[in-house]
């Protein structure tokens, strides 16, 4: 038997999981419900023990993973596929702008006393900036991907930062103060 098998952790209600949404906080069961929550993001899934899998239901399409005794994987929309075929679309949709006024930007410099000749390159990069960011947009979009959570998320860390440090300079203050 490979060792893989023997660490593989099985999908059930009394594990606890990383989270396939935030990848930040941990997932188990909540009480009284056949479900599994995110102690970080508070997101809910509802598990189907016999095909390992976890559903999102916050969603429509719901978001759907594959438990495979190490993470998640195969994440999927239910009923939809995005293959091969819509990353090369995506690809072509950032790259083949970018290419284009990249050419012409090259191929046809502006006069070098011109007040603007920064201006091809700096197009150029906004096309690309601006064709991936929609890109990313959708990705966020489509994968719900969980931004105001890792921002608050973000904002409790350094706030607990701030107290701890503000604390101990304080504790500092007063050890210099007494030696006065
Ligand atoms: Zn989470």
Known sequence: MPSSKILAVPLNYQGIYPCPV??????????????MGCDFCH???TVNL?????????????????????????T?????????????????????PTIIIGIVAYNFPLDPHAPITWLPSIWTCLTFLVH??????????????????????IIRWREVRTTVTSARNF?????IGNGE
Request: proline content about 4%; glycine content about 10%; aromatic content about 16%.
């Open 22 to 35: 935030c990848r930040v906080g941990k997932i188990r069961d909540m009480p009284l419900m056949e479900a």
């Open 43 to 45: 997101e809910i899934f």
């Open 132 to 153: 991936f960011s929609i890109i990313v947009w959708l990705l966020i979009e489509i994968y719900q991907v969980p931004i105001s959570a890792y921002w608050r998320g």
């Open 76 to 96: 999927q929309l239910e009923g939809v596929e995005l293959g091969w075929g819509y990353a090369l679309g995506a690809s072509a949709f950032v790259l083949f």
């Open 171 to 175: 504790q500092g203050n007063g050890v």
């Open 50 to 74: 016999e095909q390992e899998q976890l559903k999102m239901l916050s969603r429509q399409p719901p978001l759907i993973w594959r438990w495979n005794g190490f993470n998640w994987t195969e």
